[in-house]
Nanobody, 123 residues
């Protein structure tokens, strides 16, 4: 059983900062790519930032220079540091983690989603 637990969302004024965390627990062989997505009301879910197991990062153009994704492999945790927040950053943020599991048929990769955490930026 694999579980992703997110924390760190909340209400902040424009220009402020928040730090999101997502910790993976359970039985798995390896954590591969980790990332953060967001979904605003009436909009599709979009990729915000991602980080590979080797530490290579990728960001949406809208957050470059303001958000930083990082991971602590010892804690099975991915972080999203969000600075200079804008009203348009308001959304539910979801972590997404690609895991390699040991199954009866061998190793297989599966993607898991966190439960989502609300980020609201007031202007």
């Amino acid at each position: 059983q694999v579980q992703l637990v997110e924390s760190g969302g909340g209400l902040v004024q424009a220009g402020g900062s928040l730090r999101l965390s997502c910790a993976a627990s359970g039985s798995f062989f390896r954590i591969n790519d980790m990332g953060w997505y967001r979904q605003a009301p009436g909009k599709q879910r979009e990729l915000v930032a991602a980080i590979t197991s080797g530490g290579i990062t990728n960001y949406a153009d809208s957050v470059k220079g303001r958000f930083t994704i990082s991971r602590d492999n010892a804690k099975n945790t991915v972080y999203l540091q969000m600075n200079s927040l804008k009203a348009e950053d308001t959304a539910v943020y979801y972590c997404n983690v690609d895991l390699t599991l040991n199954t009866r048929w061998g190793k297989s990769n599966y993607a898991y989603w966190g439960q989502g955490t609300q980020v609201t930026v007031s202007s």
